[in-house]
């Protein structure tokens, strides 16, 4: 199991404008994409998304870890599987959490 290549920041509606402003003009990180409900960051070798979410009152963290074997990876970390949280369109694995609560995405990388 390694980390993945995005972590995502899920921003309530009221305060999403700010919190994109605030990663863009005061950190200074460089817009890498751009989409209806999301922008992405580069953030290291990473891609930091800020993204949209009208339906939520609260602010969460996602992060991503790679594992060649999703299944069996979920299998050891004894985590639940959360797939009901986010369509995941042309992606093997599953959505999970850890004990805290934090939302993971644990897959397998797609070679390009």
């Known amino acids: 199991m390694e980390p993945g290549k995005n972590l995502a920041i899920k921003v309530p509606l009221h305060r999403w404008s700010e919190t994109v402003a605030f990663y863009r003009d005061k950190v200074g990180l ?28 609260q602010t969460d963290v996602w992060i991503e870890l790679f594992d060649d074997d999703p299944d069996a990876a979920l299998s050891r970390l004894g985590s639940p599987i959360r797939d009901e949280l986010e369509p ?16 993971i995405l644990l897959r397998r990388e797609q070679m390009s």
């Open 30 to 57: 460089t817009v890498t994409r751009e989409l209806d409900t999301s922008i992405g960051f580069e953030f290291g070798n990473m891609t930091l998304w800020i993204d949209r979410v009208p339906q939520q009152s």
């Open 88 to 103: 995941l369109t042309n992606v093997v694995g599953h959505w999970t959490s850890d004990p805290a609560g934090t939302v």
